[in-house]
């Protein structure tokens, strides 16, 4: 029997500086008495969730959007300003010990115990959740092999190379074998080959009917792994879905970003009215992002508008239908910004 | 409450302390050794020092050495855990309340303080004797006393540890723990500063003063010390202030 996760209008307001990427939106509160005015900064703003067991859920959004501080909320390392949490039946908040033996978490920065060994950090681990000795060995050694890391297994992780932290990182949250599994942002920092190994064992592990939470700001990731996503901006969730689903709610489907020699005032209602365009947004002043049915086909059609109309096409980019598009339709600004 | 992973913990913490046994052992009786050598056998052997001084100066180091050991082993690793490893996270997300891992922390730095205890008194009793005039009368008084202090020492560890910013650690020692030795009645009793009433009043807020008193107290109760139960109620009372003030600040690192 898996175990889901939920939030109820979760919102998340520092005081300071939080010390993970969390760079949400920076409002200045009113300053009391003499005191000066202090920075408050709104990372997540009424985030309702509902992740099924057993699924491989994904946060997709840019740096900043709030990823991060719903893990954190969700794993018992911040504390919400209001709304609530649950794993499973457990309020994250009021029971922290149940809640922590249901997740392993593997948090965006390697936080390695550099006292002790590879193996010991795992062996150790076990500990803390209680298996004996017998059965912790084992399993260190199991995922040691599966990680590709039993040849450092005696070693300090001090002079680990990034990726080797990183799947010593998730070796070690899956030690005490939790229904939840955390991920923030696994495959940043990772070579291609390690990432296409954490991918087979992101899926592996999810066959064994466990519940994964993954924030990511790839796209390709997102797609490739996610049963289903929230796309997260400035501490809300824009859009909710399969990936698929998600296309599929981009107008049209294809996108094409147009730039212009010069603006001209008729040019966006000549374009709207072509066949197969679906919305036509204004962008930077000389360009038009074009959501439509058809791609290449579109731009001769375009090209002569244009040019009929004074304003010289000057540059066309084409996508397909992507998670990309669907951001940048919903925000305006693409993921990369 | 989850023992466990308690148990763990401390495993955890042991094994560390195994792992650097040689370095601890150098940090922390390399100096008050030294400073027994040079005080009590030098000083006291040119004729500068009276010969009881010997008596009268080893349980100040005692009560230094302790107070030195349990801050250091609680407040240097969390300082770094906290600020920048973040290793400490692993431990946070065991199934044990965040309370338990602090006193975990405590219990695992007083621990490392008597053991400094109870080897310094040997160690310098070598390096004083002969004339060295130390007795344990009443072990079960000296046992509360070395526990007391380690207590304080571990907890006030605790406190300066979730308080301090890594770039203010130089400022924590010549701030905090150097003033605190000087005026902590180490290296005389707290008698001795008769002449100066109003540093006599201001230096009981000083918790190494009774660590210093109490040790003397129960080791050369023939120097005039402060009364033992008086010793006893202000160590306790520290321990749990400390130890109060160490756990919220410890709250307010661990989860933002």
Redesign the interface.
Known sequence: MGVGIRTQDLRKV?NSP???AATGIVMRGDAKGSKAAKTQILAIDGISLEIYAGEIFGLLGPNGAGKSTTI?VL?????PTSGQAWIGEHDVWQQ???V??L?G?V?Q?P??????TAR??LL??G????LGAKARSERADALLEKFKLTERAHQMTRGFSGGMMQRLSIA?AMMHDPQVLFLDEPSAGLDPQTRILLWEIIREYHQLGKTLLLTTHNMEEADALCQRLAIVDHGHVIALGTPNELKASIPGGFLLRLRFGKQTSDLMDRLKVLAGVREVKASDGIGADVYADRGGSLIPEIASLAASSGAELSDVHISEPSLENLFLHHTGRSLRD | M?W??FG??L??DA??AR??ALQLFFQTFLQPLLFVFIFGRVMVGSGYMPPQYKSLLLPGIIAISMTFTGIWAVAMPLIAEFQW??????????????NWIAIEKVIAGLLQAVVAGLVVLPLGWLVLRPGIDIRIGNPLMFAVVILLVGGFSACGGLALGCSMNQQHIGLMFSMVITPMIFFGCTYYPWSALQNFPILQKIVLVNPLVYASEGMRATLVPQFSHLPIAGVVAALTFFDVLLLIVGLRQFEKK???
């Open positions: 520092f939080p010390p993970t954190g794993t018992t390392r911040v504390r922290q010990a149940e922590k033996r997740i978490v948090p920065r936080n390695l115990d550099f006292s002790l010991e950090i150790f681990h500990a803390y959740f209680g070690r | 989850n466990k992973a763990a913990m495993a955890r094994h560390v792992r650097n490893t973040r290793e400490i996270e692993d431990r946070l997300l065991a199934p044990i309340s965040m661990a989860i933002s």
